[in-house]
């Protein structure tokens, strides 16, 4: 019996791929390994090898054929072998129904939009200047829009006023501050350094302020109108600002969101801090109570910790981190632990109540734990206050549904960001924003949905693309899953920092790349590798025969890859 060849999937966007050429005629012994045919996909053109050994019996479909993955091509059995029909190639493979080269859906044809002949005060006028909403700004006003951009607060949002930079501001500080207390091992002796947690505070605003500032300069340069105040989209076409009323053809909504809270009976007077209000500590506090074991609780937790607080973490799930990898949760959870952070998993904080000149936080399994400073990180809710009064589809959960495009339920309303609730993360709010603007302006029609890479800013730092293992096992396949761990990586060694691995999890027939996950030094550098891999549509088997600069901690990533292929070297 014999094997029908398929149409690989390569990546994870690829749905069909097309023959360029065979490279093996009809009637040629095959060997396991051998260039069979030459496939085209819309990022890559690949010399596919054959998974089997035999005759090739019968090339189902001619070189310029486009064939949907999966789909049997070709047949590879013994000679003289009677070789099934095509229509039971599916079957033989344990894939879907075998397509037809018909069966791909055409491409939508690019519709140019018309304007509606109303003369409005702004092609556009985007409500929110976070990353989704200046970048989709200067996007459309590099396309040739006028542009409003309407903020109620600071140019920059969440992310450079109260999120990811101003926590990568303090996560630097507490790795500068880890690296002094460690400069012994380096044979560097220090004496007398002293953190002065003050500093640290302006360092952090100081960057702040530059980076803001620097989009406020990109908008002017780009000619967008910023107008300061709560923007309210009152009907289609029509923003009060204030008393002021601002008409648009196109609303963009990219109002993001504020912290949650779930905390109940905490007795008046007791401070519960957000990350808003963390970001403006003054005095580091001797003893924290995160409640929340999520990226932001894990990433303060750390921060903290390197910078002397005692912390605790109570996290209502079994593990921390629960969207990571086991491993890498796994992996954190010891570090942290063994670094002096208290993990306290599967309970509740079920109240808070003053104590002495502290304040005690009761758990739901009995225990009362004290501290200085209690820091909620729950979440986050939707900004609404722009769109509450409009009746847009929503989620359960509150979040705008969009299409592809980012088309809310109105036709001239679009939403990105964290308000939709697809990734609350600045860079796919950027580029939703970008596939926004040039839905309306650049005539786009289409959307892939993008990679989109997480990056964890604890110690030890965590970067991750794609599917975890158990997300790939629950989906019924049975991944190829190779560690790599930094302890036999020269550069880590001479970094002094050993712990960690990257990890990849491949499909076990092409070697499609399905995720990349990676704990230790400068994960979150090292992933754009993996997406760019990923993005492109290169298997581990490529991406293993690419030739990695010595000593590299990307070495690593090296290793990982043909660990899932031919096999790594240094281990
Ligand atoms: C502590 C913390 C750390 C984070 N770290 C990272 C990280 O390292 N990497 C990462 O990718 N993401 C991180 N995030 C998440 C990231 O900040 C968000 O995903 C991102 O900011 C979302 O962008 P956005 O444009 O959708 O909304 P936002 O950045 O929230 O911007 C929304 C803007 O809209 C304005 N606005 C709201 N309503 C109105 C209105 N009615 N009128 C006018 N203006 C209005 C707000 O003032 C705000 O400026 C972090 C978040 C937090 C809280």
Known sequence: ??????????????????????????????????????????????????????????????????????????????????????????????????????????QPAVQPLQADGIAYDYDLAVIGGGPGGYVAAIRAAQLGAKIALIEKGTVGGTCLNRGCIPTKALYASAKQWTKVKHAADFGIRITGAELDFAAVMKRKDSIVKQLTGGVARLLKKNNVDVIYGTGILVKEHEISVGDKTVTCRYAMLA????????????????????????????????????????????????????????????????????????????????????????????????????????????????????????????????????????????????????????????????????????????????????????????????????????????????????????QARDKGINPRVFKFPFSANGKALTLSETEGFVKVVCDDRFSEILGVHIIGPEASTMIHEAVAVMSLEGTAKLAGATVHAHPSLSEALMEAFLGCSKGAIHI
């Open 255 to 470: 109002t993001g969101g504020k912290p949650a809270s779930i905390l109940k009976n905490v007795e008046d007077d007791v401070p519960i801090y957000d990350t808003d209000k963390l970001m403006g500590l003054s005095v580091l506090p001797k003893t924290a109570i995160i409640v929340g074991g999520g990226i932001i609780g894990c990433e303060v937790g750390c921060i903290l910790n390197a910078f002397g607080t005692k912390v605790t973490i109570v996290e209502m799930l079994p593990t921390i981190l629960p969207m990571v990898d086991a491993d890498v949760s796994a992996l954190l959870a010891d570090r942290m632990t063994s670094g002096g952070i208290d993990i306290r998993t599967s309970v509740t904080a079920d109240a808070v109540k003053k104590s002495g000149g502290l304040y005690g936080v009761s758990l739901s399994d009995g225990s009362v734990l004290e501290c200085e400073l209690i820091l909620e990180a729950v979440g986050r809710k939707v900004d609404d206050q722009a769109f509450e009064a409009l009746g847009l589809k929503r989620s359960l959960k509150g979040f705008l549904i969009v299409d592809k495009l980012m088309r809310t339920s109105l036709d001239s309303v679009y939403a990105i960001g964290d308000i939709t609730g697809i990734s609350q993360l600045a860079h796919a709010a950027s580029e939703q924003g970008v596939v926004a603007a040039e839905r309306m302006f650049g005539g786009r029609t289409e959307a892939d949905e993008p990679l989109i890479p997480a990056c964890i800013f604890t110690d030890l730092e965590i970067a991750y693309v794609g599917q975890t293992e158990k």
């Open 1 to 106: 019996m014999g094997n029908f060849v398929q149409m690989p999937k390569l990546g994870m966007t690829m749905t069909e791929g097309k023959i360029v050429r065979w490279l093996k005629r009809e009637g040629d012994f095959i060997a396991k390994g051998d260039y069979i045919f030459e496939v085209e996909t819309d990022k890559t053109t690949l010399e596919v090898d054959s998974l089997y050994e035999g005759v090739l019996l019968r090339w189902f479909y001619g070189e310029g054929d486009t064939v949907l993955c999966d789909t049997g091509i070709a047949y590879i059995g013994a000679a003289g072998e009677a070789v099934p029909e095509i229509a039971a190639a599916a079957g033989a493979s344990g894939q879907a129904a075998t397509p037809s080269v018909e069966s791909v859906a055409p």
